[in-house]
C-alpha cells in the first residue's frame, strides 16, 4: 500500500549554479529595446540557452545588490537541458557506488579570490573549472556583453543526485491524488506513528506552501490547528 502511494509522484530534475564577483557587473546590461538605461538589479533573466534562468541575488537586507561583493544564481534549470551540465561535472552514479553523501570533489575545481575561506557546504559543491567558463560564457551572451568579470567563487547543486534523485515532483497521470495525499499522512493508520509530508504530495508541488500545506495536515493528527492562511 505505502509503496503505490510514494510511487503515485515522479521526481523532477533541479540544477542551481551559484557564481559570486567583486562587483555586480550585470548593472551595466540594463538596456531597453529604445536604448534607455535602466539598471539591471532585481528579478530575473529568462533564456532558452542551458543557462535557463538567472537570478539577481539581493544584499542579506533584500535589498538588490547596486556595488561592493554580489552574487547571481547563474543558472536556475528544472527542464531537460540539465543533461547539458553532466559532461562538465562528476557523473552521478559514481556517488552511490562509493557509498559517498555528496559528489565526489571535481579534479579541477574553480579556485577563485577567496579560496582561503571555508565554508563547508559551499566547498562540497564546488564548480568545476569548464562549468564556470561556459556559463561565464552563457551571461555574456544573454547580458549582450562581449565578457563577464572574473568568477571569485562557484558552487553548484544538481538535486538528481543521491540521495534525493530530484528537486521536486509531480503526480503521475491518473493518479487521485486528492486521495493519496489524504492517505499518505499516515500510510499504515494508527497501527504505526509514521507520517509523511512535503511538497511532493500536495497541491502546491515544488514549492515551499505545499510542504507547509501537508505539514499543517499532519498537525491536525496531533489535534493541533494550524496557523490561518491570512497570517
Known amino acids: 500500500m505505502i509503496q503505490h502511494l510514494i510511487a503515485s509522484v515522479t521526481p523532477r530534475p533541479l540544477f542551481k549554479l551559484f557564481t559570486t564577483y567583486t562587483n555586480p557587473w550585470w548593472r551595466a546590461a540594463g538596456y531597453t529595446v529604445d536604448g534607455k538605461f535602466v539598471p539591471v538589479e532585481s528579478g530575473r533573466t529568462v533564456t532558452d540557452l542551458p543557462v535557463r534562468q538567472t537570478y539577481y541575488w539581493p544584499k542579506d537586507d533584500g535589498k538588490p545588490a547596486t556595488k561592493g561583493p554580489s552574487m547571481l544564481m547563474a543558472s536556475y534549470d528544472d527542464g531537460t537541458d540539465i543533461g547539458f551540465w553532466d559532461g562538465l561535472r562528476p557523473r552521478r552514479h559514481q556517488t552511490w557506488q562509493a557509498r559517498r553523501q555528496v559528489a565526489e570533489l571535481v579534479k579541477n575545481p574553480y579556485l577563485g579570490a577567496s579560496k ?24 555574456a551572451t544573454i547580458h549582450g556583453l562581449n565578457y563577464t568579470p572574473k568568477v571569485r567563487e562557484a558552487a553548484f547543486r544538481d538535486w538528481g543526485d543521491d540521495p534525493f534523485g530530484g528537486g521536486w515532483n509531480s503526480w503521475n497521470i491518473g493518479v487521485k491524488s486528492w486521495e493519496v495525499k489524504q492517505n499518505i499522512i499516515q500510510p499504515f493508520g494508527t497501527d504505526r506513528s509514521l507520517y509523511i509530508c512535503g511538497e511532493a504530495y500536495s497541491d502546491a508541488q515544488g514549492w515551499v506552501e505545499g510542504a507547509l500545506e501537508t505539514a499543517d495536515m499532519v498537525l491536525e493528527k496531533f489535534g493541533i490547528r494550524a496557523y490561518p492562511k491570512n497570517g
Open 116 to 139: 582561503q575561506q571555508s565554508n563547508s557546504e559551499w566547498d562540497k559543491y564546488v564548480a568545476p573549472t569548464p562549468m564556470v567558463e561556459e556559463v561565464a560564457r552563457q551571461l
